[in-house]
């Protein structure tokens, strides 16, 4: 075991190893985040035990679990790497030269709303940053980022966990669309003819749980539910030739407002705006690359909200 109160012992370019190892819990993640090779990887893993006389990193289901040292030296650890890349300057993280992937997680609508601006910018500024996207219910993208297997999820997150950071990206309204042949001339409806209706409900599951549903039930209402659909990006095109109600995200319908066959009206009940945020575990908050995902995804949205409004 060597002296870790030595420091002229120690090769402190393991503890940059032990950082990113908390971060991805994945020897080939975190060879990738760090361009090394796996086994370089295993090897400082291995150092890193030997330093510190412990385990640090234990396989259990198929990914690497800190052990109880390992957890309380992470945040010191996370905060003395955090000074130093503070000390380096800008010229620490250089978005252009950078070569890393990066797992989100979001549905269809975040996707519609993030991706288009967000690749033309990372083609443009960094095009060694891949991203593999996946869509999955609040309660499981949570779970991934709580798990390390996520490292950005994207949605309306009502509460989070304990070690979860989140960041505003938009404040998002409520819209409704209905078949223009089935309005009868009107350009809206009235709450007996919202609630008169059969409506599509765009969930992963088929509760009624939505900000939607809360609201009516507020006012002692319910409404039908003819469908439930775990995609946004579909649900418009099921409206035409039927009696059927979509009440969403109102950026969901941005490309669906030059279609003359459908209506889009105000809903006829007080829905409470809801904020569209990004969600990471602390454990990434202080990663330079990470940060700048972030940065750049709030930045994508922002300018996308201009074009539209």
């Known amino acids: 075991m060597h002296d870790v109160n030595n420091l002229r012992g120690v090769d402190l370019n393991l503890l940059v190893v032990l950082d990113a190892l908390l971060a991805e819990r994945h020897v080939s993640r975190t060879a990738t985040r760090l361009n090394m090779s796996q086994p370089a990887v295993s090897h ?15 396989r259990r289901g ?18 003395a790497l955090r000074q130093m890349r503070e000390v380096l300057g800008p010229n620490g993280f250089d978005p252009a030269r950078e070569k890393r ?5 979001m549905s269809d609508y975040g996707s519609a709303v993030v991706l288009p601006g967000l690749l033309r910018r990372l083609r443009r500024e960094a095009p060694g940053i891949e991203l593999v996207v996946t869509q999955s219910s609040r309660e499981a993208m949570l779970r991934l980022l709580l798990d390390g297997e996520c490292d950005l999820a994207l949605g309306v997150f009502p509460d989070l966990p304990e070690r979860l950071q989140a960041g505003q990206l938009a404040i998002e309204h409520f819209a409704c669309v209905a078949d223009r042949s089935s309005m009868a001339g009107k350009d809206r409806l009235d ?12 969930a ?14 507020a006012l002692d209402h319910t409404r039908h539910v003819a469908v439930t659909l775990p995609h946004w990006g579909n649900a418009p095109r099921l409206i035409r030739g039927t009696d059927l109600v979509l009440t969403v995200a109102r950026n969901a319908l941005t490309l669906h407002e030059s279609d003359p066959s459908l209506v889009f009206f105000e809903p006829p009940f007080p829905i409470a705006p809801f904020p569209f ?13 990470h940060l700048w995902l972030r940065n750049t995804i709030a930045d994508v949205v922002t300018h996308a909200q201009r074009l539209t409004s």
């Open 44 to 58: 400082a893993l291995g150092r890193l035990r030997l330093l510190f006389n412990d385990p640090m990193l234990v």
């Open 62 to 79: 198929g990914q690497l679990v800190p052990s109880a040292k390992a957890m309380e030296i992470a945040p010191v650890l996370g905060q």
């Open 101 to 105: 992937g990066f797992r989100l997680a």
């Open 191 to 202: 709450m007996d003819g919202y609630l008169a209706r059969p409506h599509v409900l765009v």
């Open 204 to 217: 992963m599951n088929d509760g009624t749980n939505t900000e939607i549903d809360m609201a009516l039930r």
């Open 277 to 289: 945020v990004q969600v990471w575990h602390e454990r990434r908050a202080s990663d330079p690359a």
